[in-house]
């Protein structure tokens, strides 16, 4: 049911720009992309979300390719708290308003 | 303000025994999720409350479960009689507005052996 891919894994250093990438060729126009992550024996943690705008809150920063076929989510100053699996998620506005997770991307942050 | 809260946070039942897991969502906010994972496999979506009322119970795996929301406020997911297959963590979410990002407690663990 995902509509998104992404990377199995990712390492990045400590202190360094974390830039995490998502396909999403198939969006629609209604379409919003979602980020969440979930650190291990947590709930998903709700991070940013955009729909053809580039964003930005205290978290990270959220980046859609024009054709809005693709996005990449920026953690600017990764921090080992920062590990975790990071999900990227199509929703719909109009349609079904839950959330399909995929397999998401294992960010590690290495010190 | 206090997240969404899910009690217990462990549970370990036998085979055919109930269970009854509860969410306490945001206060003020109308939506509310249960997902659902088990070993392996992806987070599931299980079913979607606005107030009272259920808006999509298509993730419902079947009539073992049933979720209620009595009054529009917590909302307790009850498994009767729990199979082994059942073992996962539930989650429950909630959100003020149906655009709204969800928001997530940390889950009950569940373990039926």
Not at chain 1, 35 to 61: D, V
Request: net charge neutral; proline share 5%; hydrophobic share 30%.
């Amino acid at each position: 049911d995902a509509k998104t891919t992404q990377p199995p894994s990712m390492d990045c250093a400590e202190g360094r720009a974390a830039n995490l990438p998502c396909n999403h060729s198939t969006i629609s126009g209604n379409e919003y992309v979602y980020w969440y992550r979930q650190i291990h024996s947590q709930g998903p943690q709700y991070i940013i979300h955009g729909l053809k705008n580039n964003e930005t809150n205290e978290m990270a920063s959220l980046i859609i390719t024009e054709d809005r076929k693709s996005s990449t989510l920026i953690l600017p100053h990764a921090t080992l708290r920062d590990t975790a699996v990071y999900y990227c998620i199509v929703r719909a506005q109009g349609g079904s308003e839950k959330l399909v997770f995929g397999k998401g991307m294992k960010l590690t942050v290495n010190p | 303000e206090a997240g969404v809260t899910q009690f217990p946070s462990h549970s370990v039942i036998e085979k055919g025994q109930t269970v009854t897991l509860r969410c306490d969502p945001i206060s003020g906010h109308d939506n509310l999720y249960w997902y659902r994972r088990v070993m392996g496999k992806e987070i599931k979506f299980l079913l979607h409350f606005v107030k009272e009322s259920k808006q999509d119970e298509s993730g419902m795996p079947n009539n073992r479960f049933l979720a209620e929301r009595t009054g529009g406020t917590y909302s307790t997911l009850k498994v009767q009689p729990a199979e082994l297959e059942d073992s996962g963590v539930y989650f429950c979410a909630s959100s003020e507005g149906v655009w709204s990002p969800l928001h997530f407690g940390n889950g009950t663990r569940l373990t039926v052996t």
